[in-house]
C-alpha cells in the first residue's frame, strides 16, 4: 500500500493489526469504528498473508438434507471431500440413523452435520445429556458439527466441551443472523475466548447465514466484518466465506480483504446445480484473477495435493 | 514504474500516459488502484454525494440485424419472438416510471430494418406532446448511424431531425472495445467502426447534446485494448467536453453466440479504479450493479465510482444474458448510505434533483425488473400499418394488421 498518507489507522495499531498480533478490545473497537473500509481491508490482507501467504483454500462439500436421506442412495460424488448433513431430525434415533447412512455412503471423508446451537436445544428438550448426544452421534460416524452459531449460543466453551471431549471436532464457528456493527467487537471476542479455551477452531466464517431477502447485508459490511474478524481472531487460522450464499464476486473480493477459505463449492464438475454452484475451474479462476494461489483442502482442514 | 512517482503525479492531478495507463491495469496492486482511484474521486467529489437517477431503460424492439455476436438479447428479423414496441405500451411505461418518481427514458433497440426514422419521429413527439418535462435520453451511436444508412442522411441530420421532436441526449452503448480489431472479432464492426462511434459523439457534443460513454470488456480484448479504449474516449472529451459519466461492465456471456465465462468481481473493481485515474476529464463514473450485483456494485464506490446508476425499472439486454439483480430506491439509497455517503437523486446532465423519492410520498417497492413485454405477448402495434417496411416477414405482418 503506498498511500499512508491517507490511511486514518493510527501507525502503531496499524503495524501490531498488519502483522497479525493479538489486539486489545480497544483496538479492535478503534478498527470496528474505521470508515475507510480500503484502509482496514489493507491491514487485513496483510494480516491474512502473515498467516496464509498467498494460499486461498477451498472445500468440495456435498450437502446432504436429512428429509431426504433415504429416499434414494446416497451417492457422493468423487469431488466431495466433505458429507455435510443439514436438518436436524426431531429424534435422536434418526439423528443417529442419518449419520450412519452418510457415514457409509461417504467411506473415509469427513461427515460432518448440524448446528450445535439445535443439538443444545434439542439436549435441553429431552435428548438427554449433550455429552452422551455427541458420544453417539460420534459412534454413527460423525467427524464434526457443522455449524457453531456463535451468535446463538450464549456459553460457547460450555457448549463445545462435550462434543470435543466425546471426539467430535468442532472446526468453524459461524455466525446465523446479521450483526449490528456495535455488536461485532463483543462476538468476535467471544468467539477468541472459544479459540483460548478449547484450541479447537480451524475457522470463522463471519458473514450471517440467514440474511431476510428484503433487507440484504451490503457489500461494505460484509467485507468489514470479514476484515475486523481477520484482524480480532489472530489465533484462528481461517477466515472463511460460503461460495454458495455469498456468489463467486463478493467472495472473491473478500480474499482480498482478509479471508483465505471458500467453504461450499460444488463437488460436482458440471453446473447443473445452478449457476453459483461453479465447478472448481471456476473457484480457481477467481482465485488466481485475486492474485492468489487456489489450495484444495479436505473437510478437516488438511491440503490436498491434487 | 516507480509507484511512488506515480501516485504522486495522480495525487496533484496530473495525467498518465499511454504506457502508465497500461501498467497500472496489468500490474499495480489492487489495493493501491482503489486508494488512488478514491482519492481521484474525492477530490472531484469532496463533498461525500453519491448520485443516482431514476429512469426506465426501455428496449423499443429486439429485431436486430446487426448480429454481435456477444448478444442474447436480439432476434433476427422474421422470428416469432421479435417485437416492436407500441406507442402506446410506451406511454404506459413512461406514466409507470413518473409514478416511481422517474423523469426519463433509456431508450435504445435493435437495428430494425423494418422501423424507419419517421417511426421515432412521430415516437419522440408524441412522447413530448403528453409529458413536456420527460426527457428521451435514446439510442446509442450504433443506432444512429444505422438510421443514417437506412435513411441515407447524414449522421449529423438524423441527429438533427431527431432534436427536433425531442432528443434529449444520447446514452454511450455499442462501444463495446473501441479497437476496429475487438470490433471485427465481435461481429460490431459493421454496426459502427471505433471512429463511427466516436464521430456521432463528437457530433452529438458539437450539436449540443451531452452523452454517457461505456466500455463492455472481458471478450476478445486484451488489456492493453482496454486501455486503448479508455485513451480514445478520453481524447474526445478533451476535445469536446460532451460526455457526462463513464459506466463499464463486464461481457455477460449466457445464451451468447460466442459464449465464454464472465469476467471476476476483482477484475471488474480493478477496471474501474484504473478507468477513474486514466479518464481524468471525467467527472461521473457509474457503478454497474446490474451485471455485478449489489454488493459489488456498492463497493464499487470505494474503487472510484460516485454514481450508483439507474433504478433503472425495466431491464431486458443483461437479463437476457443471464444476470438478474434488482435494485429500487430505496435499495440503492440504503446502500449509498451504508457506504457513508450523502445519496442525491440527479437527472442525466447529474444536476441535482433533491432527495430520495421514497422520503417524500410513498412509492410502491421494486423487488423485480420488469421486462420489454409479457412473456407470450406477441401483439403486433397497429401503427405499425402506417410504416413502410423493408423485409418481407414485416411487410406480410404489416398486410395482416
Ligand atoms: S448488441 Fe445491439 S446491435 Fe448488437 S445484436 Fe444486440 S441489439 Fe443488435
Given at each position: 500500500m503506498g498511500s499512508d498518507v491517507t490511511s486514518p489507522i493510527d501507525q502503531d495499531l496499524a503495524a501490531r493489526a498488519a502483522a497479525g498480533a493479538r489486539l486489545s478490545e480497544a483496538d479492535l473497537a478503534l478498527l470496528a469504528a474505521v470508515g475507510d473500509i480500503l484502509a482496514l481491508g489493507a491491514l487485513a490482507d496483510d494480516a491474512r498473508r502473515v498467516k496464509a501467504g498467498t494460499a486461498a483454500t477451498y472445500v468440495r462439500v456435498l450437502d446432504v438434507e436429512t428429509a431426504t436421506l433415504g429416499d434414494a442412495p446416497l451417492e457422493v460424488p468423487e469431488g466431495a471431500t466433505e458429507v455435510r448433513l443439514q436438518g436436524l431430525p426431531p429424534t435422536l434415533e434418526a439423528t443417529v440413523a442419518a449419520v450412519t447412512a452418510a457415514r457409509a455412503a461417504a467411506g473415509t471423508r469427513t461427515v460432518s452435520g448440524f448446528s450445535l446451537a439445535d443439538l443444545v436445544a434439542r439436549a435441553i428438550e429431552g435428548w438427554g445429556d449433550l455429552g452422551d448426544v455427541a458420544a453417539a452421534l460420534k459412534a454413527a460416524g460423525l467427524d464434526a458439527v457443522a455449524d457453531v452459531p456463535a451468535d446463538r449460543i450464549l456459553d460457547l466453551p460450555a457448549a463445545v466441551r462435550p462434543l470435543l471431549e466425546a471426539?467430535?471436532?468442532?472446526p468453524r464457528v459461524t455466525v446465523a443472523a446479521p450483526v449490528p456493527a456495535t455488536g461485532r467487537v463483543d462476538l468476535l471476542l467471544r468467539i477468541r475466548a472459544l479459540q483460548d479455551a478449547t484450541g479447537a477452531l480451524q475457522a470463522c466464517a463471519p458473514l450471517p447465514r440467514e440474511v431476510p431477502d428484503a433487507l440484504p447485508t451490503t457489500g461494505y459490511d460484509d467485507v468489514r466484518f470479514v476484515a475486523l474478524a481477520r484482524l480480532a481472531l489472530e489465533s484462528v487460522p481461517a477466515i472463511q466465506v460460503d461460495w454458495v450464499l455469498y456468489g463467486p464476486k463478493l467472495a472473491q473480493v473478500a480474499l482480498t480483504f482478509g479471508a483465505d477459505d471458500l467453504d461450499s463449492v460444488s463437488p460436482f464438475d458440471d453446473e447443473t446445480q445452478g449457476r453459483?454452484?461453479?465447478a472448481v475451474e471456476e473457484i480457481r479462476r477467481n482465485v488466481e484473477a485475486a492474485g492468489l494461489r487456489p489450495v484444495e483442502r479436505d473437510g478437516r482442514y488438511g491440503r490436498l495435493d491434487r | 514504474m516507480d509507484l511512488t512517482a506515480l501516485q504522486a503525479r495522480i495525487e496533484s492531478g496530473g495525467r498518465l500516459d499511454a504506457e502508465e495507463s497500461r501498467w497500472i491495469y496489468r500490474e499495480a496492486p489492487t489495493p493501491w488502484l482503489a486508494r488512488l482511484a478514491d482519492f481521484v474521486r474525492r477530490r472531484k467529489h469532496p463533498e461525500g454525494v453519491v448520485t443516482y437517477i431514476i429512469d426506465r431503460n426501455v428496449?423499443?424492439?429486439?429485431?436486430?440485424?446487426?448480429?454481435?455476436?456477444?448478444?442474447?438479447?436480439y432476434r433476427p428479423v422474421g422470428h416469432g419472438e421479435g417485437y416492436v414496441l407500441g406507442f402506446d405500451e410506451i406511454h404506459r411505461k413512461i406514466e409507470e416510471t413518473i409514478e416511481l418518481g422517474g423523469d426519463q427514458l433509456l431508450l435504445q433497440g435493435g437495428h430494425n430494418p423494418d422501423l424507419p426514422l419517421t417511426w421515432y419521429e412521430d415516437l419522440f413527439r408524441g412522447v413530448k406532446a403528453a409529458y413536456p418535462e420527460f426527457r428521451l435520453h435514446a439510442l446509442s451511436p450504433p443506432e444512429v448511424l444505422h438510421l443514417s444508412r437506412m435513411s441515407r442522411l447524414s449522421t449529423g441530420e438524423v441527429l438533427a431531425r431527431l432534436m427536433a421532436v425531442g432528443l434529449d441526449s444520447i446514452p454511450g452503448g455499442g462501444a463495446e472495445i473501441l479497437v476496429d480489431r475487438v470490433r471485427k472479432l465481435l461481429n460490431c464492426y459493421n454496426k459502427a467502426t471505433a471512429d463511427e462511434w466516436l464521430d456521432v459523439m463528437r457530433q452529438a457534443h458539437h450539436a449540443g447534446l451531452r452523452t454517457t460513454a461505456t466500455m463492455m470488456y472481458g471478450t476478445v480484448e486484451t488489456p492493453d485494448e482496454r486501455i486503448e479504449h479508455m485513451l480514445r474516449l478520453r481524447e474526445v472529451q478533451d476535445e469536446t467536453g460532451g460526455f457526462t459519466a463513464f459506466i463499464t461492465w463486464s461481457y455477460q456471456p449466457e445464451h451468447t453466440e460466442r459464449g465464454g465465462i464472465e469476467a471476476t468481481g476483482l477484475e471488474y473493481l480493478r477496471t474501474l479504479a484504473t478507468a477513474r485515474i486514466v479518464l481524468d476529464n471525467f467527472d461521473n463514473l457509474q457503478a454497474s450493479w446490474v451485471t455485478q450485483g449489489g454488493k459489488v456494485g456498492q463497493l464499487s464506490l470505494a474503487f472510484g465510482a460516485n454514481d450508483m446508476g439507474s433504478v433503472m425499472i425495466e431491464e431486458n439486454v443483461v437479463r437476457a444474458a443471464g444476470a438478474a439483480y434488482c435494485m429500487d430506491e430505496v435499495e440503492i439509497v440504503r446502500n449509498i448510505e451504508d457506504a457513508g455517503f450523502v445519496a442525491v437523486r440527479r437527472n442525466m446532465h447529474y444536476e441535482v434533483l433533491g432527495e430520495p423519492v421514497f422520503r417524500q410520498r410513498d412509492i410502491p417497492r421494486v423487488l423485480a425488473l420488469a421486462t420489454a413485454?409479457?412473456?407470450?405477448?406477441t401483439s403486433v402495434p397497429a401503427e405499425l400499418a402506417n410504416y413502410e417496411a423493408r423485409s418481407a416477414a414485416a411487410k406480410k405482418q404489416r398486410a395482416r394488421i
Open positions: 471426539g467430535v471436532l468442532v453459483r454452484r461453479a | 428496449n423499443y424492439t429486439n429485431v436486430c440485424v446487426a448480429r454481435c455476436n456477444f448478444c442474447a438479447f413485454r409479457a412473456e407470450g405477448d
